[in-house]
């Protein structure tokens, strides 16, 4: 069973970081500590049309 920590505001930030800087999701889930899955489902969640990741409207839309 994976782990089942919440994702936090310095992981979306790194997240942000590391889509900004070209970076893969793969290698950014390694960066961060987390699973590649959680990393690409997270990009997903909170890509806009125009495929910028906002790391700060994550965060206001996590519990």
Same mark, same amino acid.
């Given at each position: ?20 800087? #070209?970076?893969?999701? +793969?290698?950014? !889930?390694?960066?961060? %500590? ?13 890509? #806009?049309?125009?495929? +910028?990741?906002? !790391?700060?409207?994550? %965060?206001?839309?996590?519990?």
């Amino acid at each position: 069973m994976g782990c089942c920590r919440m994702l936090g505001t310095e992981d979306r930030a790194a997240i942000m970081v590391g889509m900004n800087s #070209g970076l893969s999701q +793969v290698r950014t !889930a390694h960066l961060i %500590g987390r699973s590649p899955s959680v990393v690409c489902r997270e990009i997903a969640r909170h890509t #806009g049309p125009d495929r +910028v990741y906002r !790391a700060e409207a994550a %965060g206001q839309a996590s519990p």
